[in-house]
């Protein structure tokens, strides 16, 4: 009977490989090229992981590992289910609660099946992972370059793709002629999301083709965001890159030096707001539309947090309470103020919205599950923690400057970080 069960385990090793690889080269190029499916590609990742592992014979509850993270993120998603009951939008709000329930159970999950499957699968992943991101790269700067051909014949094309909002586009006819350098920078954020952990899978090569590919992934990455207009990666991109370097040397102490700014940054962001509002940056020249409408924006969103302190307004109020300002608000802006002194849509600062929405409470669960992911870089392969922490330094960095926090393809592409992590660490060699 031991034979033939080792044979069977062989045999659907063998099956389940070249789909494992081919998820993983499909999921990072079809982001890259239409981010709204990162939902859809978090789920087939995590699915096909917990999956493999469950047909390895590999217990449910093995899945789970019982650390000081998940517990943490657990309360904090059992907190925000609570918080949904007095939301603005009631039912947006308990999706957007059970997503992030399920977000931190599959996440979770699918790292801890990665321990039963074998060496070699999880590496050869990891490369076509590596494969995937770099060709999504090549399409993301193809766009840059030609003012989005391929994205604008798609939208011509496939009415499901055709924009609900012309925002950034020229439509003439009702065709799309044109789009803005802006409209990608959701394909450019997520090439900044996959290029430490794409680094990290070529390391699995040998000799001059590892240097050689790593050069060639890590500049071409880099050459996209350079050309964007997604001023956010662009900062994440020197932020990472200073903290890969720093942690190639001090592993440990920026590892713990980026969960305590992690946390201080809950702390120090509404004074920051309201100090960057009252030295006036919101009105200086120097700096473009979009930043000074950030300061105007995190400075009453501030405010409106002080009003709320411990509880907030509820999760996913930020939009329905905004609407209900612009009938008032957006008639009276100030000369000179980029943006009417309204909240927006979202904060475009994680730690604020926060604050407004989910009050003290969830702004000290939230810095502590974070600060507990942050120490589990340190169960990684040493070689694999300067990236793994480069690539939280990047999510730190954009989730300051840039998106919702709700917004679902934001939270996935989040969530799938650590599931690109741990398999690209497998071809490093252990501490």
């Known amino acids: 009977m031991l034979p033939l069960a080792g044979v069977a385990t062989r045999t659907r090793a063998g099956l389940g490989d070249p789909f494992l690889a081919t998820v993983f080269f499909i999921s990072p190029l079809a982001t890259s090229m239409v981010p709204r499916l990162t939902p859809l590609f978090f789920s087939v990742i995590g699915f096909t992981l917990i999956g493999a592992a469950l047909r390895r014979g590999t217990h ?38 059970a997503t992030l329930v399920g977000l931190v159970l599959i996440s979770f999950a699918a790292v801890g099946s990665t321990l039963a499957l074998d060496r070699r ?14 060709v999504g790269g090549l399409f993301i700067m193809i766009e840059l ?64 083709a590892r240097t050689i590919a790593m050069i060639a992934f890590f500049g071409l990455l880099a050459a996209v965001i ?29 590892i713990r030096a980026l969960a305590i700014l992690w946390s201080a940054a809950f702390v ?17 020249t120097w700096l473009e539309d979009s930043n000074r409408a950030r300061v105007i924006i995190w400075e009453y969103t501030a405010e409106q947090a002080l009003d709320h302190p411990w ?15 612009r009938l008032t608000r ?51 392969p040493a070689s694999a923690q300067p990236f793994a922490a480069g690539t939280f330094a990047a999510f730190a960095v954009v989730s300051s400057f840039a998106w919702g926090m709700w917004q679902s393809w934001f939270m996935c592409a989040a969530a799938l970080l650590p599931l690109y992590l741990r398999v690209a660490s497998t071809g490093c060699k252990k501490a």
């Not at 699968?121 to 995937?132: E, P, S």
């Not at 002629?177 to 952990?197: D, G, K, Q, Y």
């Open 226 to 254: 350079a050309i964007s207009e997604h001023e956010s990666s662009q900062a994440a991109l020197v932020g990472s890159s200073l903290v890969v370097l720093l942690a190639w040397k001090w592993r440990r102490a920026v």
């Open 145 to 208: 370059l030609t003012g989005g051909i391929m994205t604008r014949t798609a939208m011509n094309w496939v009415p499901l793709l055709y924009p609900s909002s012309p925002k950034r586009l020229r439509i003439s006819h009702g065709q799309v002629t044109r789009i803005t350098l802006a409209e990608l920078n959701l394909n450019v954020n997520l090439a900044m999301f996959h290029i430490w952990p794409g680094i990290l899978a070529l390391m699995a090569l040998k000799n001059a």
């Open 268 to 284: 120090l962001v509404i004074p920051a707001a309201l100090f960057a509002y009252q030295s006036g940056l919101h009105l200086v």
């Open 330 to 380: 957006y008639r009276d802006q100030p000369e000179g103020f980029a943006f009417p002194r309204t909240t927006g849509h979202h904060a475009h600062n994680i730690f604020l919205h926060t604050w407004y929405e989910l009050g003290a409470v969830g702004a000290v669960l939230l810095a502590f599950a974070g600060a507990a992911v942050v120490m589990l870089i340190l169960f990684l």
């Open 60 to 97: 449910w509850r093995q899945l789970l590992p019982r650390r000081l993270a998940l517990a943490v993120c657990l309360l904090l998603a059992g907190y925000v289910l609570l918080n949904a009951t007095w939301s603005a939008d009631r039912l947006d709000g308990f999706g957007k609660a």
């Open 121 to 134: 699968t999880l590496i050869r992943a990891g490369l076509f992972f590596a494969a995937g991101s770099f």
């Open 311 to 325: 509880l907030g307004v509820g999760v996913k109020s930020t939009s329905v309470l905004a609407s209900q300002q």
